[in-house]
């Protein structure tokens, strides 16, 4: 059984970072930066249908060491890919590579603040270390997107560069330059992330607010299946393009921008004219999920999590059967932890097919829940489930 304890603390990431610097680019005069990624305890697959989002950002994510050039050059470089490679490209000519290129991410960003107006008047040099897990729901490239945004607004010293600016840049890079269409929630929670609090965000106006997560007799515990999902190979586009389609459908006789705009009672009258199932249980889950959503973040707020619980099981269910986005294994992480006493809500988390699940865990039950979900998963699905305690932490900042 793996969990984060194997994790490198930060004084030897930023060590490590130090030295990994130094060998490819030498000098000194470098500064140190961090963005975190996210879990979201609920509103799964409502950002992009106008809806509300409940994630927290974590302590983990991806760090960076970077400094000015006197030139107009851009080499990037990270820990995680290939010993020691540097990719080289210019202010003046940022394109995208081919096929699943990680530089591609920071190279958007670049990209976005050009397109925004910002001037960067030199090149820049960066390596970057992360220690969230690719591919497994905990928005790895939402966090190195932030951060490069980061580096950019404080190394070019750009003030008017604001946090949600951040989120949407990093957005804007991943839908317009990578090439994966997906909301705002994941940037928006690396960028803004606070200290034991969740972000509560409707994402169609980008209000948001802070709800502190006071729960001193429960753990958030996030399990990673060890299946890595693949958003960007076309499932989360197929999933939008539906519930644009169902929003296409009910305008026909109810005039409607987003799914976020319907409770569940408007959508069981008007669900009729959906052209077909799949699109009705695709509708249904994001209706349903914002309205559970709302009803989530009240319950936590008046100190009941056992409400909350129940509204994560919902969820899962929702996007199981009617949203079709997890899969076997996640499913097998949701139906046992429910059998074990003490667990108060799992759910899958982030985009699906694979990935992590989120769960409120009795304090007194967390080895419990480790110790059986880790030997039934490996039983069932032959894999070693690792598992993390997250504790919700700050959005993207420099490290003095
Ligand atoms: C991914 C996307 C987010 C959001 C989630 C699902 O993480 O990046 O914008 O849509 O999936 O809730």
């Not at 607004?153 to 991943?174: C, H």
């Not at 690396?190 to 994402?203: P, T, V």
């Not at 693949?230 to 393009?241: F, G, I, M, V």
């Not at 269910?317 to 003490?342: F, H, M, N, T, W």
């Amino acid at each position: 059984m793996a969990d984060n304890k194997t994790m490198l603390n930060e004084t030897e990431i930023l060590e490590k970072l130090s030295e990994g610097f130094v060998s490819r680019f030498g000098g000194d005069g470098f500064r140190f930066f961090f963005a975190p990624g996210r879990v979201n305890l609920i509103g799964e697959h409502t950002d992009y249908n106008g809806g509300h989002v409940f994630p927290c950002a974590l302590s983990f994510g991806t760090y960076a060491v970077a400094r000015k050039r006197d030139d107009d050059r851009v080499l990037l470089s990270s820990l995680n890919v290939g010993a020691g490679l540097v990719s080289e490209t210019s202010v003046s000519n940022i394109v995208k590579s081919e096929g699943m290129d990680w530089t591609n991410y920071p190279k958007g960003v670049i990209w976005a603040f050009l397109e925004a107006g910002h001037k960067l008047p030199s090149g820049f040099e960066v390596l970057f270390y992360g220690n969230i897990p690719a591919g497994s729901g905990l928005s790895s490239s939402a966090s190195l997107e932030v951060l490069t945004g980061l580096v950019l607004r404080e190394l070019f010293e750009l003030p008017n560069v604001s946090g949600v600016d951040l989120a949407l840049y990093g957005q804007k890079a991943e839908n317009d330059f990578v090439g994966m269409n997906c909301g705002i929630m994941d940037q928006f929670a690396s960028a803004m992330g606070k200290e034991n609090h969740a972000i509560y965000l409707d994402a169609n106006t980008l209000k948001y607010e802070y709800a502190p997560l006071t729960m001193p007799d429960a753990k958030i515990v996030i399990t990673n299946s060890a299946v890595k999902h693949q958003l960007a190979s076309s499932e989360y586009n197929t999933r939008r393009a539906e519930c644009e389609q169902a929003v296409r459908e009910i305008s026909a006789v109810r005039k409607i921008e987003t799914l976020g705009e319907l409770t569940p009672a408007e959508f069981e009258e008007l669900k009729g004219n959906l052209s077909s199932d799949v699109l009705v249980r695709r509708a249904r889950h994001a209706v349903t999920e914002n309205a559970r959503t709302l009803d989530a973040v009240n319950a936590l707020k008046a100190g009941d999590i056992e409400t909350f619980g129940k509204l994560m099981n919902a969820s899962h269910d929702s996007l199981q059967y009617d949203y079709e986005v997890s899969c076997p294994e996640v499913d097998v992480l949701v139906a046992e932890g429910r059998k074990i006493p003490g667990v108060i809500g799992t759910r899958i988390t982030g985009g699906g097919f694979g990935g992590c699940t989120v769960s409120i865990v009795k304090n007194e039950q967390v080895e419990t829940f480790k110790e059986t979900i880790g030997r039934i998963y490996k039983e069932k699905c032959g894999l070693d489930a690792i598992f993390y305690i997250a504790s919700p932490g700050e959005g993207a900042h420099e490290l003095k």
